[in-house]
């Protein structure tokens, strides 16, 4: 069984471009949920995707976007990238909302924004 | 600042037992989690207890949880220098069914 993948490992972007991070989730899995890790701190919850639909918003702003595929990959879109913008990025996915199943979380996309 | 709280920091020698601690937030969260982040890498999940539970061992883990309290412990048996890595805590929140809440992580040090 495949676990969840995510690509790029690294990325260095400049102030104001615009970067797309996927995600592969595990077999099986319905839903995947997007965080984002600054250094030194615990993951924050951006959005969640259940079968292709947003459900669940953190605090971020709308220039953070995404997508579920038919397959339950996902994409996490950033445009007008900011310095604050630099972190660790981490996908996870589940058999069904986090609430009533276990995230598993991808190796992260480690953004550096210049 | 944190929901959900951690101690942020833990030595421990090899060998002995180490206990993270955490408090959350959220009385109604049907589990609670554990993760293991090593240096550069993802979240691995630890393990996990359910709410109804006050107690969980797996090997080496021993998941303690008080509800009255809100609170959640992790002790691990026989610490190894493998253990070295920040430990996160985290439960579903119910305002978004989807959200984990994270504690800020303790990072625990094993020395030989």
């Known amino acids: 069984e495949t676990g969840v993948t995510q690509s790029p490992t690294h990325l260095i972007k400049t102030r104001g471009q615009q970067v797309t991070l996927r995600c592969s989730s595990q077999?099986?899995?319905?839903?995947v949920s997007w965080y984002q890790q600054a250094l030194g701190q615990g993951p924050q919850f951006i959005f969640q995707?259940?079968?292709?639909?947003?459900?669940g918003r953190g605090n971020f702003p709308p220039r953070f976007s995404g997508l579920q595929f038919p397959n339950y990959s996902s994409e996490l879109n950033v445009n007008a990238l900011e310095l604050d913008d630099s972190a660790l990025y981490l996908c996870?996915?589940?058999?069904?909302?986090?609430?009533?199943?276990?995230?598993?979380f991808g190796p992260g996309t480690r953004l550096t924004v210049t | 600042g944190e929901d959900v709280e951690q101690s942020l920091f833990l030595s421990v020698r090899e060998g002995d037992s180490s206990v993270i601690n955490c408090t959350y937030t959220?009385?109604?969260?049907?589990?609670l989690y554990w993760y293991k982040q090593e240096p550069g890498a993802g979240l691995q999940l630890l393990t996990y207890?359910?709410?109804?539970?006050d107690m969980k061992q797996d090997q080496r883990l021993t998941v303690l949880l008080n509800k009255k309290d809100k609170h959640l412990s992790l002790r691990i048996a026989d610490t190894q220098t493998g253990d070295s890595a920040i430990y996160f805590c985290?439960?579903?929140?119910?305002?978004?069914?989807?959200?984990?809440?994270f504690g800020a992580g303790t990072q625990v040090v094993v020395t030989p």
């Open positions: 077999s099986g899995h319905n839903t």
């Open positions: 207890i359910f709410s109804n539970m």
């Open positions: 995707y259940y079968r292709e639909e947003e459900n």
């Open positions: 996870a996915s589940s058999q069904g909302l986090a609430g009533d199943y276990e995230q598993y």
């Open positions: 985290a439960e579903p929140t119910t305002d978004s069914w989807g959200k984990l809440q």
């Open positions: 959220d009385s109604s969260s049907t589990y």
